[in-house]
């Protein structure tokens, strides 16, 4: 677009909120621009009951209803304890939870909590099924270090539409040896749920999560739900945590001004020590903690650059960030973060290779909730290699923690040389990983590894394995009972 259009583009849109006006129609603002009418939402945070045996009990509503999206419309959709999304739960590590999981949709649904170290009768995959009008109740220790984790959906074959329709929280998980970041939610702890959508004029979300390459590649972009948002910041260093929670959409996010920030997080913990870095790629179901500094009085964007991933089109605002003309002190950033250790490859580690073929199949299979794909001995640490020869995917293992080892042969980019569970593949590459797995044996409750590209996921590009006692891989079933209403 030339200049004199955008310039253009922006004085109408400021003129249009001048009026207050509030109709989308008629706007001729390019693809991409906003306005940042909008007021930040924040998910509240879930309080735990917590009896006299300690353990913390959280509830869940998956729920249907409609929700203000859209400025004069109001949408159809799914949310956990309200019409959309859901609250963002917080516990320890050392706490023992218990969740209680009801389900008021009209059809079958599971809850998983990605990124969890946990038994898979936990997990909350395609396994544990929760009927209309049933409760699950999924109980565990956490036992893993501080880190931006989340819960949605994943029934076999609809986990792009539930996701779709709304169902994602996030999960911060806290640790006793965290170190002095900022931490007051909503206020410079900001969680940022990215999501893109698509809507019908009348404010339905619109689009196939089953169709064509990706699915879901929507045109209009929700950071916690809110549609043209801003936040105040209000401190002089604010922690965003970014979870990418698209269906397909990947987002390369920058400020508008190209400042630079400092990412201290990845998936699944804390980086040994800040990377400076003036721009962060994810994949949906990654996630990245991020911490930047800023000026009183200043506003700068959050924004989305356009790449060439097939999944990553078009330069898109996410967020302005309105600073207030006077801003409390923050903690200067500490030099060392994480004390997690590197994820290291033992000698002889074994070596599982991973081909993604076209958009449904992972070593030229579909997923078969009744195969188990692979057998892992508990606490090993393999290599998995992952190879793409096709267009844009990601990997993501439940249960795990890995290290990305090398992408296409090089190492990946220092801020994602931390603890991960997601990673992006891609096209025509191969990610190879140190992967580290668990302690929780189950030879009959399969944890999942798939492409987080829903569309993907849900037309088979997943594969099942069992976590067992060393020495008994040989004995497992490679067959195992499918729940009925899977
Ligand atoms: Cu985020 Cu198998 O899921
Ligand atoms: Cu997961
Ligand atoms: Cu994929």
Same mark, same amino acid.
């Given at each position: ?24 129609? &008629? ?44 400025? &004069? ?20 590590? &050392? ?19 990605? &990124? ?50 709304? #169902? ?8 006793? /040896? ?8 909503? /206020? ?148 060392? #973060? ?35 794909? =692979? ?6 640490? =393999? ?70 590209? #829903? ?10 394995? /069992? ?20």
């Amino acid at each position: 677009m030339s200049r004199r259009r955008f310039l253009t583009a922006v004085a109408l849109s400021g003129l249009a909120a001048g009026c207050g006006s509030s109709s989308e129609a &008629g706007e001729p603002r390019p693809v991409g621009k906003l306005a940042f009418r909008t007021q930040l939402r924040i998910p509240p945070l879930l309080r735990p009951e917590t009896g006299k045996d300690g353990v913390r009990r959280f509830r869940l509503t998956m729920q249907s209803g409609r929700t203000g999206i859209l400025p &004069g419309t109001s949408t159809a959709t799914w949310g956990f304890n309200g019409s959309f999304l859901g609250p963002t739960i917080r516990a320890s590590r &050392g706490d023992r939870i218990q969740m209680a999981v009801t389900n008021r949709l009209p059809e079958t649904s599971t809850v998983h909590w990605h &990124g969890m170290r946990l038994p898979a009768k936990m997990d909350g995959g395609p396994h544990q099924p929760i009927e209309p009008g049933a409760t699950w109740r999924p109980y565990w220790t956490l036992d893993q270090p501080a880190a931006t984790s989340w819960y949605h959906p994943h029934p076999h074959g609809r986990t792009a539409t539930h996701v779709y329709r709304g #169902l994602a929280g996030m999960f911060i998980i806290d640790d006793d /040896v965290e170190v002095e970041l900022p931490d007051r939610y909503g /206020v410079d702890d900001i969680p940022l749920i990215l999501q893109d959508k698509t809507f019908a004029a009348d404010g339905s979300l619109a689009g196939d999560p089953l169709k064509d390459t990706f699915g879901i590649l929507g045109d209009h972009i929700l950071v916690n739900g809110t549609y043209d948002p801003f936040v105040n910041v209000t401190t002089e260093r604010a922690r965003f945590r970014i979870l990418n929670g698209s269906n397909a959409r990947m987002y390369n996010v920058v400020f508008s001004d190209r400042r630079a920030f400092h990412v201290v997080g990845n998936d699944a913990g804390l980086l040994p020590a800040p990377v400076r870095v003036d721009r962060v790629s994810l994949t949906p179901g990654e996630r990245v903690e991020i911490v930047a500094a800023f000026a009183p009085g200043e506003q700068v964007v959050l924004r989305s650059l356009s790449g060439s991933a097939g999944i990553d089109e078009g330069d898109l605002d996410l967020l302005k960030i309105i600073t207030a003309s006077r801003l409390t002190a923050s903690v200067p950033l500490p030099a060392r #973060l994480a004390r997690t250790v590197p994820i290291a490859v033992p000698p002889g580690a074994r070596v599982r290779r991973f081909e993604l073929n076209g958009h449904d199949a992972i070593n030229h299979k579909e997923m078969d909730p009744s195969r188990i794909d =692979e057998v892992v001995p508990a606490g090993a640490t =393999e290599i998995w290699e992952i190879e793409n020869n096709v267009y844009a995917h990601n990997f993501h293992i439940h249960e795990v923690a890995f290290r990305i080892l090398d992408v296409g042969g090089s190492p990946p980019p220092g801020y994602a040389t931390g603890h991960k569970d997601t990673v992006y593949v891609p096209s025509k590459t191969t990610v190879r990983l140190a992967v580290q797995f668990g302690r929780y044996t189950d030879p009959r409750d399969p944890y999942m590894y798939h492409c987080h590209i #829903l569309r993907h996921e849900d037309s088979g590009m997943m594969g099942q394995f /069992v976590i067992v006692e060393p020495g008994t891989e040989n004995q497992v079933s490679r067959t195992i009972p499918v729940a009925h209403h899977m």
